[in-house]
């Protein structure tokens, strides 16, 4: 089973790109999230997705966009990449809010240079 | 804010038991997880226990609960070499967000 998919697993940017991180997950889960993982810090909530058709800023959503395309797939956004976005991404989903297993991907290592 | 605190690094010997704790500050959190990260993995779910528990017992794995004193500890007997990993702390606000400890990467010495 794939459970959680991600791309790219890695990427470079130079400050003022743009690329998208994708994510995908096969379980019919209604809930998407975006999280960065830095070192020395808990998992920080970036976007969310409660349901299809709805998204939520986190914690800390400043200089991300984000899009549920459909049930299935979560895509975040960076117009313009800046060094301190620097981190590892990971995408979660859940089947619910409750008490409910978040499932995660493998996470994409982003480096803005 | 909401806050989940954990030590970043716990050492111990092979055949010992870990103890990784966790405090929190959220007194109407309602669930309360452990997930393992192994190195260049996402998170997995480790065990959880409702917040009207004690104690829980999977296999190798205790989790205790002090609501009071809001601490979490995850206890695993008999640690192996395939335990190293990251053990994040989780509490589910009554928002149901997830709040995340930094990490206790735990490390186990032949």
């Known amino acids: 089973n794939a459970g959680v998919t991600q791309t790219p697993k890695f990427q470079v940017l130079k400050t003022g790109q743009s690329m998208t991180l994708q994510c995908a997950q096969d379980?019919?889960?209604?809930?998407m999230y975006w999280y960065r993982q830095d070192p020395g810090m808990g998992l920080r909530l970036i976007y969310y997705?409660?349901?299809?058709?709805?998204?939520d800023k986190g914690e800390v959503p400043n200089g991300y966009n984000v899009s549920r395309l459909n049930k299935r797939e979560f895509s975040l956004r960076l117009e313009s990449a800046a060094p301190s976005q620097t981190s590892v991404y990971f995408c979660?989903?859940?089947?619910?809010?409750?008490?409910?297993?978040?499932?995660f991907g493998q996470g994409t290592r982003l480096t803005v240079v | 804010g909401e806050d989940v605190e954990q030590s970043l690094f716990l050492s111990v010997r092979e055949g010992d038991s870990s103890v990784i704790n966790c405090t929190y500050t959220d007194s109407s959190s309602t669930y309360l997880y452990w997930y393992k990260q192994e190195p260049g993995a996402g998170l997995q779910l480790l065990t959880y226990i409702f917040s009207n528990m004690d104690m829980k017992q999977d296999q190798r794995l205790t989790v205790l609960l002090n609501k009071k004193d809001k601490h979490l500890s995850l206890r695993i007997a008999d640690t192996q070499t395939g335990d190293s990993a990251i053990y994040f702390c989780a509490e589910k606000d009554s928002n149901y967000q997830l709040i995340w400890g930094a990490g206790t990467k735990l490390i186990i010495k032949p």
């Open positions: 379980m019919n889960h209604n809930s």
């Open positions: 979660a989903s859940s089947e619910g809010s409750g008490n409910t297993e978040a499932f």
């Open positions: 997705s409660a349901s299809e058709g709805t998204t």
